[in-house]
């Protein structure tokens, strides 16, 4: 976990306020064992699962310098053995049992999580207890763990967004330890030893300083006895409360500005605010949802759509518990820095002229509602935010979040907003490409430019219109006192599929509305059209403006979002049920008439042509990119998803209309419904609002074959840290019967435990991330392998990992193994489809690419029907020939101190 937003886990736990309807924290036993435990247990039987949460009151916060990062450190030994289990044991249990284990340090605290199917709930406490209490810290596994971490700093520190921000944190602090870089550098993690980490592990991992979460598919009091059974024994200690130094108020703008191997500019700006328990916490959650929250936020419109000046703008408000630190970023394709600031000021200066609106309030107010309700459809979210208000006094603190909330007012707003957004508070940093010309300015100039350019704003400021932030009223959906009933089907005598999957439990409803037809009926001349004509859909309709789809979408508390697919393009739907059926006549109405306004398709050209040249600087997701156009060359599924820019530049409203016309028809479509709402409601709104599409039949399925005779790469140097490499095996479509033993493969070879983690990690530390999936589509398939390593160990680290799966037929499979894997294939399946949209998304993705809907439900006891032989045939099919496609950006090696 990278960054840790107060503000974010605030959202999660009120989701649990408002989907009860009942006092927030009315299901929550809570007990302190004798050893000083804290114990927190809440049933949740929607799903058959839990999450059993530890949370450490121990982070980066709690770190002197001389031991900066060694709260991660310790992360990682976790899971490295203990006095009862050897190494990778921990992992291998877990995944025997059907679930999934995982961590994240942060600055106020470091947790360790397991979800796994509730049958196996006693496992999972056997095994979190195990590690918790019994942490062996082996001197070997930690010589080894600490390469690990070091190429997890070097991979963040080719992530450009990753490294600015906490540059910006740097600059914007001078005592406190926030201004660190947070996982330590390099020759301090190599230099640490056994008894560092273990005077660490004893004096801050202790039970006083801990909180057990469990939430999910269990009953109270026997929880509660294996709980005393597996922790009684956790013995007290001395804990060492250390905390960081106070930071002084700031008293002066401050600016720096950085260049590196980057294709875009970047922009952070940061100002000290009030922490999570200060009362103006409140009005400065709903300030955040205004400014950037969602298509109709302040930065979206003024400085992104009618200024022109970012690609992207995104505010967060970190709210630690005695402090925060409230931060806008942006993304610039080009042009000089200085005019992107000036706006951004004025949008914070435009809080402090005026009063925002009452329908800006209703918005912000109505999106945290979906945020909250969204949260409560899985286990961990509910265990983690129970957790952490524990820590910060008292879990019982969100019984009145709400209240506090929803009396925020246009007056609170504008206080904060004075007594926090001045410019002598403010921290900016600029991230540019080393390869551009822009002008210099020192820190006292831009001062004076920042400060220029908000006096003269000030000066012609004119207050908006009042909006009444009124929504239509319109008939309800779904409700509480129905039954659940699993999905069905049912075809329209138009043509259009619909797909009904009712969850009355919690009042959210997600759909996902999926056309046939996503890049595999491009080619190069029209590469990434189908998703121009997805995003520009929603930028106007025969009768809305952009502006208007997402004022009138969001005030409502949903989100209509576009999605794109190999096989697919549609668009996903978010309600509550109060306001379904006005929102779903909004999506309809993008579906069917969008109008593609010609300066709108002009500024959705320049995004996709900046999301093009910003995935260049993922080192995850480019050099996968790369893989696979070398893997299905001469093949749809090879062409750039978003398309070449020379291409995009020549898209026209012609082109958008044309391919709508051919594209958006009834035989096509496939509408998957999940949540608070029944069948018969589906097919009536459906019909309604969507009967005037257009008639047709569903297209044809492309017959092509994707084959290799040889070895294909693509490579590209550049100036990082790593080298990040992806290859891939063709393999099969969704519909093969060779999907789920591929996938049960997949499970031998890749995660924690796995083949390819022993080998390269466990035993080389070669690499942080390693790991390998099957992806399948409705034409073809892929095994993909990626890996991120020093760009001296890069060759060496595939040579391993390409033994791993071609060397699969040569090691015998035991049949734990096979087990082990078939249990975490489907246990890991019963968790991800916890939440409604997963569901939604999956009916309809698997409906349209030939599996058909039923699979969605029938998907764990086909995995479990798997054998070994099915195993080894796949791996003998699909691997035995060395032909695969190769993806790399190669690095040059530097560290976080080269890059200062």
């Known amino acids: ?62 770190e002197p310098d001389s031991i900066t990062g060694i709260s991660h450190l310790l992360e990682h030994m976790f899971f490295k053995g203990t006095s009862r289990r050897g190494v990778g044991e921990l992992a291998r249990e877990t995944r025997d049992a059907g679930g999934y284990l995982n961590a994240g340090t942060i600055y106020e605290r470091t947790s360790y999580y397991t979800v796994i199917p509730s049958p196996s709930f006693e496992k999972g406490l056997d095994i979190q207890s195990d590690a918790l209490i019994n942490c062996a810290i082996d001197a070997e596994e930690l010589a080894k763990e600490s390469q690990v971490v070091i190429q997890e700093i070097k991979r963040k520190l080719d992530n450009p967004s990753s490294f600015s921000y906490e540059k910006l944190l740097e600059l914007g602090f001078d005592k406190h330890r926030l201004r660190r870089w947070r996982m330590g550098y390099e020759d301090q993690v190599a230099g640490w030893t056994r008894d560092h980490l273990y005077n660490y592990y004893q004096t801050r991992y202790r039970p006083e300083n801990i909180v057990l979460s469990v939430v999910g598919d269990i009953e109270t009091s026997q929880a509660l006895e294996l709980i005393d059974k597996y922790y009684s024994d956790f013995e007290r200690g001395e804990i060492n409360t250390e905390f960081s130094p106070n930071e002084l108020p700031q008293e002066a703008f401050k600016y720096r500005r950085m260049t590196g191997d980057i294709s875009r500019n970047m922009i952070h700006i940061g100002y000290h605010t009030a922490g999570a328990l200060h009362e103006d916490f409140y009005p400065l959650t709903v300030l955040n949802y205004i400014l950037s929250n969602g298509r109709a936020s302040r930065l979206y419109q003024e400085v992104k759509e009618n200024q022109g000046l970012a690609q992207s703008l995104e505010s967060y408000y970190e709210s630690f518990k005695d402090f925060g630190y409230f931060t806008i970023s942006a993304d610039q394709a080009d042009g000089e820095p200085l005019p992107l600031l000036q706006s951004i000021f004025e949008q914070i200066e435009r809080f402090k002229l005026g009063k925002v609106s009452q329908a800006e309030l209703t918005r912000a107010i109505n999106q945290l509602e979906s945020s909250y309700l969204h949260t409560y459809e899985e286990v961990n979210g509910q265990a983690s935010v129970f957790a952490m208000y524990e820590s910060l006094g008292d879990y019982k603190m969100a019984l009145d979040y709400l209240d506090r909330l929803r009396i925020v007012t246009a007056d609170d707003i504008q206080r904060v907003a004075l007594q926090y957004f001045d410019i002598s508070n403010a921290s900016v940093i600029e991230y540019l490409p080393t390869s551009g010309s822009f002008q210099e300015y020192q820190a006292d100039e831009v001062n004076q430019l920042l400060t220029s350019a908000v006096e003269k704003y ?26 659940d009933k699993p999905a069905q089907l049912k075809v329209l005598d138009n043509g259009i599929t619909i797909i009904c999957r009712e969850n009355h439990s919690i009042p959210l409803v997600s759909v996902a509305g999926f056309f046939y037809g996503g890049i595999f009926t491009e080619t190069e001349d029209d590469a990434g059209i189908t998703r121009l004509l997805a995003r520009t859909s929603l930028k106007g309709t025969k009768s809305m403006t952009a502006a208007e789809i997402a004022q009138n979408t969001e005030i409502l508390g949903s989100n209509i979002s576009y999605t794109v697919d190999d096989d697919y393009f549609g668009f996903t739907f978010d309600s509550m049920p109060r306001n379904f059926e006005e929102g779903f006549s909004i999506l309809s109405e993008i579906m069917l008439t969008p109008s593609f306004p010609a300066d709108e398709l002009e500024k959705e050209k320049g995004y996709q042509i900046a999301a093009i040249n910003r995935l260049k600087d993922s080192m995850r997701g480019y050099p996968v990119a790369l893989c696979l ?188 193994e096979l087990q082990r894997s078939k249990n975490y294939t489907a246990g890991s399946f019963s968790i991800y489809i916890q939440s409604n949209g997963v569901q939604a998304d999956l009916y309809a993705n698997w409906e349209l690419s030939g599996r058909g809907y039923k699979s969605v439900d029938d998907y764990p006891d086909m995995i479990r029907r798997v054998t070994s032989d099915q195993v080894m045939y796949v791996a003998a099919k699909y691997f035995k020939d060395k032909y695969y496609g190769l993806g790399m950006v190669e690095g040059q090696g530097a560290s976080v101190q080269d890059r200062d």
């Open 458 to 483: 000030r000066t012609g400021y004119i207050a908006m219109p009042a909006e009444a932030g009124e929504i239509a009223k319109t008939r309800a959906v779904g409700g509480p006192n129905l039954p």
């Open 1 to 62: 976990m990278s960054k840790f937003n107060l503000f974010i886990v605030t959202v999660l736990i009120s989701g649990i306020i408002m989907s009860c309807g009942e006092s927030p924290v009315g299901g929550v036993t809570r007990k302190v064992l004798d050893n000083g435990l804290t114990v927190l247990v809440k049933e949740d039987h929607s799903s058959p699962v839990v999450s059993i949460v530890t949370w450490v009151s121990a982070g980066y916060f709690n």
């Open 629 to 816: 156009e070398a893997s299905f060359e001469k093949h749809p599924y090879g062409l750039p998803s978003m398309g070449e820019v020379d291409v995009i530049e020549k898209v026209t409203v012609d082109d958008l209309t044309r391919k709508h016309e051919t594209s958006v028809t009834t035989g096509n479509l496939v509408m998957s419904f999940v949540g608070d709402v029944t069948m018969e409601e589906a097919v009536g709104l459906t019909t309604k609002y969507l009967d005037d599409m257009k008639k047709g039949e569903r297209l044809a399925k492309l017959e092509t074959e994707a084959k290799l005779s040889s070895v294909h790469s693509k490579i590209e140097k550049r100036n990082k840290a790593q080298s990040a490499q992806s290859f891939a095996f063709l393999t099969c479509e969704y519909s093969n019967p060779d999907h789920e033993p591929l996938k049960v493969y997949q499970n031998i070879v890749s995660g924690m435990g796995g083949r390819l983690w022993t080998e390269v990690r466990d035993k080389k530390s070669l690499a942080y991330s390693v790991y390998g999936y099957q992806s399948a589509g409705a034409l073809a398939g892929s095994f993909i392998c990626y890996l991120a390593t020093s760009p001296l160990k890069a060759v060496e680290a595939r040579d391993i990992a390409m033994d791993v799966l071609t060397g699969f037929v040569d090691r015998p499979l035991s049949d734990e």
